[in-house]
């Protein structure tokens, strides 16, 4: 099994910029991509950035510019740097790995931007 754990979340003014992290551990022998989706509330779930194993990105046109995903294969973790916060963005940001053909969800980290 794999265990993440996310990182990072709070109450952050509008304009401001927040880092988020997700840290696996268990048994690990390989991470295809990691990515990170969002549920604001009373919406379905949502794609927002995803990083390769040989670390290429992907971002929806939604989050594309202000979101930056990034990893530490050192340290299994992954980060997801959000730029210009709105208060669209308050979500519950949950964090995904991939190995093989399972994946693993963390129980996610709550964001709220608000003045």
């Known amino acids: 099994q794999v265990q993440l754990v996310e990182s990072g979340g709070g109450l952050v003014q509008p304009g401001g910029s927040l880092r988020l992290s997700c840290t696996a551990s268990g048994s690990i022998t390989r991470i295809d991509a990691m990515r990170w989706d969002r549920q604001a509330p009373g919406k379905q779930r949502e794609f927002v950035a995803l990083i390769t194993r040989d670390g290429n990105t992907i971002y929806p046109n939604s989050t594309k510019g202000r979101f930056t995903i990034s990893r530490d294969n050192a340290k299994n973790t992954a980060y997801l740097l959000i730029d210009n916060l709105k208060p669209e963005d308050t979500a519950v940001y949950y964090c995904?790995?991939?190995?093989?053909?399972?994946?693993?969800w963390g129980q996610g980290t709550q964001v709220t931007v608000s003045s």
């Open positions: 995904n790995l991939q190995q093989y053909s399972v994946h693993y």
